[in-house]
């Protein structure tokens, strides 16, 4: 029996090279002899940011001074089930120390390996590797003017972009989708096709993202590890599903009234929040938002925002 889920929570802390702190569990502790992010179980009657200031004074020594949540994740492992409470440390005082004799490190991002961490920090990783603009290409009157839209959005900083085209027929897709991979890495952007994920590795992209249609039919990951897979969710059942597939971020839509669908009943913050925090992923806010809703959405349990309008030629 899993028992009752055990609220931890958690901080990413970086130093001023940007490197992240990270500590070893004991091995007589569960998951002991992994890397974690420091933190601990949080107190009754204590909120999640007053818990993460006094663990972080008790295991590292160390003053809090602001933090800011970055991704809720609940995981059940066979003997227990916790949600990990994750939050991102802005300002702190001190020099941070092994308080409780547990070994510490400092390591860049792209040397943090997933393998090395509990499974229930493993969405930490890709939740910290993730841009909090997501770009969902939109259309143009031709490949020119597309991909001068492409090229004017990664100026403007859009590092994720979801190459959507449902207009192209699959070859022609392939086409385009080959010049906006090369545009996009040049760049440093990484793209996601809105298709097969065989065409994939075909064109060099990044990831795959699924619709509704293809989420259903998948019953785990349809491509390798280190490639990144969205799906889009609307409901319940769908983040489920794209818990099942195991899908490394989604899009839950639609949050806000729609130019697009105006008939289309919105979820509202109030719901998207209790949706995400079934999520065990990255979650982005679509649908009526924009740029100034990140604070928003974050606020609310979510990654970022997702947007076409928004981001697209704008």
């Known amino acids: 029996m899993r028992g009752e889920m055990v609220h931890v929570v958690a901080a990413v802390i970086r130093n001023r090279a940007g490197e992240i702190l990270t500590t070893m569990r004991h091995d007589h502790l569960h998951q002991g002899g992994l890397w974690e992010f420091p933190g601990g179980k949080l107190e009754r009657d204590e909120s999640p ?21 970055l991704i809720q994740v609940p995981h059940h492992y066979p003997d227990r089930s916790v949600l990990l409470d994750i939050w991102e440390v802005m300002a702190y005082q001190g020099e941070p120390v092994g ?38 290409t939109g259309k143009a009157e031709d490949e020119t003017g597309f991909m001068a839209k492409l090229e004017d959005a990664m100026k403007q900083g859009i590092q994720l972009i979801q190459f959507r085209a449902p207009e192209l027929a699959p070859e022609p897709y392939l086409e385009r989708a080959e010049k ?15 298709g097969d994920p065989a065409w994939v590795e075909r064109v060099g992209a990044d990831g795959i993202h699924l619709n509704g249609h293809r989420l259903s039919e998948l019953t785990g990951r349809p491509l390798r590890e280190g490639l990144l897979i969205s799906a889009s969710c609307h409901n319940e059942r769908e983040l489920e599903q794209a818990a099942v597939v195991g ?13 697009s669908h105006p008939d289309r009943e919105p979820l509202g913050w109030g ?3 209790e949706l995400v925090a079934a999520a065990p992923y990255p979650v ?22 997702a947007a076409i309008r928004a981001f697209w030629g704008g």
Request: glycine share 10%; proline share 6%; hydrophobic share 45%.
């Open 49 to 69: 940011l007053d818990g993460v200031k006094r663990e972080l004074r008790e295991e590292l020594n160390i003053v809090v001074g602001a933090a800011t949540p």
């Open 99 to 136: 308080a409780e004799g547990q070994p510490l490190r400092w390591t860049p991002l792209a040397g943090l390996r997933s393998s090395e961490f509990p499974a229930a920090d493993r969405p930490v990783l890709t939740a910290l590797r993730l841009p909090q603009r997501y770009l969902i």
């Open 180 to 194: 906006v991979v090369e545009m996009a890495h040049q760049a440093g952007a990484r793209v996601l096709l809105n």
């Open 247 to 259: 899908v490394d971020f989604a899009v839950l839509s639609a949050v806000l009234p729609t130019k």
């Open 271 to 273: 719901r998207f929040s």
């Open 284 to 305: 982005y806010a679509l649908g009526g938002v924009d740029q100034s809703h990140i604070g928003q959405a974050r606020q609310n349990g979510g990654h970022g925002v």
